[in-house]
Structure formats: C-alpha cells, structure tokens
C-alpha cells in the first residue's frame, strides 16, 4: 500500500501541536500525525502526516501558513522492510561486560559476556540512552575495582536492567521499585525472562515507601531526573551503609553539579564521574563515619 | 529511569490487527521504535474490541525507543455508520439522509464513548452523539 508523507518544522511545542491537531481536520484525512522534538537545541518541532492517498495540498499550505511553519515537503514512501530497519536501529548495547540485547538479537550474544534480553518496548531503559549506558559502565567500573555488595536497590528501576546487571554478578537478592505499575509488569517479565526469579524483586513504590526498601544497602541505582534525585537525597544517603555506593543518573551535564552538592551535604563523597553525550552519571561514596 | 519525551504520534490503529503496514510501519520505523513489541501491545490491549474498528491511538516516545500509548475509542462516525448499516455518511447531510439510529442505540454510543468526549454526563454525551449522527445524515427515530 502506498504511503505520502507530508512534513514541516515550526518553531515551539505549542505551534507543532495546533498544526498537528489542525492536519487531523484535512480531507482526505491522514491515518497517521506526528509532533517531534528536533534534537538538536534549535527549538524546532517536526510535524508530520501520513496518508494513504495523495494528501490536499492547497490545504496543507494554508495551515503552515497558519502558525508560520515552513512549506510542507510531500513525497511518496519507497516500500520498505520497517521491522528489518528498527531492528538494524535497535542494535545491543555494550557497556564493559554487560551486553544488553533484544530477542532478534539472541544469536549475536557473545560469550562470556554478562548477557541481558530486554525488548525495547513499554518501559525506560533500554541500554539505548547515556543514562543507562552511564549506570552499566558505572557499575561494570565498579567491579573491576573490586567492589562487592551483597544489598542492591534498583529505584526507578523502569525495565530493571540495572537491578538485573547486579544479580548478574552478586549472588544476593536485589530489590528493584518503580513508581509506574506499567514499568513494574514489564520489569517483572524481564525479570522472568532473564531467567532471574528469585534474584530481583520488583515492588511497586514511590521513591522507598516498600518494607523491602528499608535498607541499608551497599549500592543503590536511581536513574530518575534530577529533581527526585535532589529530593531524594537524604533518603538515598541514609539507606546507604557506610562505604557504600549510589549510581545516579538521568541528569543532564549542566545538572550534575547542583545535584552533587546535595549529595556531598548528606555525607557522601564524589568517586567518580561519567558524561555521555547530554548526559552524567554520579558515583557517589557514602563516608564512613 | 529518565524517561525523557522525544516525540508523540497520533495513528489510527485497527483493534486487534495491527501490523507493520502503513500507517505503523513507517511511522514507528521512521523514528527507530520496535514495531513488533508495539503492534503485540496494542493487539492484546484492544483484543475484546470489535476487530478491525479504527481506534485513535497516542504513542508517546522516549530518548531509548521505549514508549507508551493511550488508545482511544473508535470515532463515533465509525458507531453511526455500524448502528445505521450504512458504509459512508451523506455527502451533503442537509439534504440526504443515509440512514437511521434508534435513541437506545445513540445512548449505547455515547456510553461506549463517554470516556474520551468533553462531557459531564451521559446526557452531555448523547447530545455530542446526535451531532454527530445529524452531520453525518443519520436521523434519529
């Protein structure tokens, strides 16, 4: 079936979002409208259709014109393998001895390698972004340092890959949480499907509001955002044992350090620090004493 | 995690049927998000739907290709026509009438749709319906 797509940028949310909903409204109507963010700080917003026939295009210009978007550029979709092209896209993820994989990725694990099959799908933490990637060097950098911890917290813990990269390599129980029930089924299933039932158990909480997240615990990961991150500092600090390690990601570089400074307050110590792209993973060392 | 929004779409999904044809295929394979795993969850999801029904569907995506979605109900032209037994509305609704829907039937509308329209109650409801029905040439009777 042939597909037309028809596309513009605009400046600003708003705008992208009145002309997405205004091309809702064109006859024939589109089968499909997108509103983009354009990664690359320019402020610009992609907005596009798709339709089955060729789409109205006197009408598409009146509604550029509308909140002064470009021209739309329309063209006609070459027939193409889409699922072949997102698995080509969705590629595993190295990150040290971790290597985090999709099912149509199952032949490509190497061996030796700490192996984990998470489908890119309904909840945040695919191994495809600096955030995770940042948390699975931290930790791989960890172990080549000797560290050990016999008690994991995983909050925020999305598709549970950090939780389940730890009962990889430490025999103890990990507790993982999310604040999203959707997050907490499909980390269950990951669970189930790494073959780690029993070894990571995923609660349902707000930030530690579980008995099983009563601590203390010898390496916590949070990759949220900064504002819970601040938020949750003391908390974080105090179900830290003393030498123990937290790995916080999900803020941005320019971030990082406001971030830091309330973790260094509640009596942590800065061990090391990873920026990937926008992105800056915090180890930080809870003091002794 | 650091779910961070990268993008929304707005598709027009058969329940039950999705599959990587136009319009999920490329609009999901153009921006990297597994079509498989999304067309899986919308097929479970909407699997007590009548098959094939349009249902508006957002997917909102994030910087690591996960997502999520909110499906809609069908659009209430897609329940006239199934009432009435007619395939298309009037092309000019003032002057022809296609077919016709009993009230019961306009409050079984509005109560199948009554989450996703902009009313109080299902008398708000059913009025949005009867619009609806009038604009497309289905009388009421």
Redesign the interface.
């Known amino acids: 079936?042939p597909?037309w797509?028809a596309l513009t940028t605009v400046t600003g949310k708003p705008a992208a979002e009145q002309l997405?909903a205004a091309m809702?409204r064109l006859n024939p109507e589109?089968?499909?409208?997108?509103?983009?963010?354009v990664?690359d700080d320019s402020g610009l917003w992609?907005v596009g259709g798709?339709f089955?026939e060729p789409p109205d295009q006197a009408g598409l210009a009146v509604l550029a014109a509308m909140v002064g978007a470009k021209d739309f550029t329309v063209s006609e979709?070459p027939e193409?393998d889409?699922?072949a092209?997102?698995r080509r896209?969705?590629a595993p993820v190295e990150a040290g001895r971790f290597f985090v994989y999709?099912s149509h990725d199952a032949d490509k694990v190497p061996e030796g390698r700490e192996a984990l099959l998470i489908?890119?799908?309904?909840?945040?933490?695919?191994?495809?972004?600096g955030?995770?990637l940042g948390c699975l060097k931290a930790l791989d950098s960890l172990l080549e340092q000797g560290v050990t911890a016999s008690r994991v917290a995983d909050i925020?813990?999305?598709?549970a890959v950090l939780g389940m990269a730890a009962a990889r390599v430490w025999p103890e129980l990990v507790i993982a949480s999310?604040i999203d029930p959707?997050?907490v089924d499909v980390a269950r299933a990951n669970v189930a499907a790494n073959d780690l039932e029993g070894r990571v158990e995923v609660v349902e909480a707000a930030g530690f509001d579980h008995a099983a997240l009563e601590g203390p615990f010898d390496l916590i990961f949070a990759?949220?955002?900064k504002g819970p991150l601040i938020a949750l500092a003391p908390e974080i600090s105090a179900r830290l044992s003393p030498g123990g390690f937290a790995i916080l990601?999900?803020?941005l570089t320019e971030q990082a350090d406001q971030t830091l400074a309330h973790y260094l307050d509640c009596g942590n110590d800065l061990h090391s620090r990873d920026d990937i792209g926008d992105?800056t993973t915090l180890v930080l060392r809870k003091l002794s004493t | 995690m650091a779910k961070k929004l990268a993008g929304t779409m707005k598709l027009q999904v058969p329940a039950g049927q999705a599959n990587p044809s136009p319009p999920v295929g490329p609009a999901l394979g153009q921006r990297g998000i597994n079509i498989m795993e999304f067309c899986k969850a919308f097929n479970a999801k909407t699997a007590d739907m009548d098959p094939g029904a349009p249902c508006p569907t957002v997917i909102s995506y994030y910087q690591d290709k996960s997502f999520s979605m909110d499906i809609k109900t069908p659009p209430a032209s897609y329940f006239l026509k199934k009432a009435a037994k007619v395939k298309s509305g009037a092309n000019n609704p003032s002057r022809e009438t296609v077919g016709s829907v009993s009230p019961a039937q306009i409050r079984e509308i509005a109560e199948a749709k009554m989450k996703d329209l902009n009313a109080n109650d299902i008398e708000g409801a059913m009025q949005i319906i009867l619009g609806s029905a009038r604009s497309m040439g289905i009388e009421v009777k």
């Open positions: 079936m597909t797509t997405g809702e589109p089968t499909g409208v997108g509103v983009f963010e990664e992609e798709y089955i979709l193409t889409w699922v092209h997102v896209e969705l999709g489908e890119a799908a309904m909840a945040f933490g695919t191994g495809h972004h955030t995770t925020g813990c999305g598709t999310d959707q997050a990759n949220i955002l990601s999900g803020i992105w």
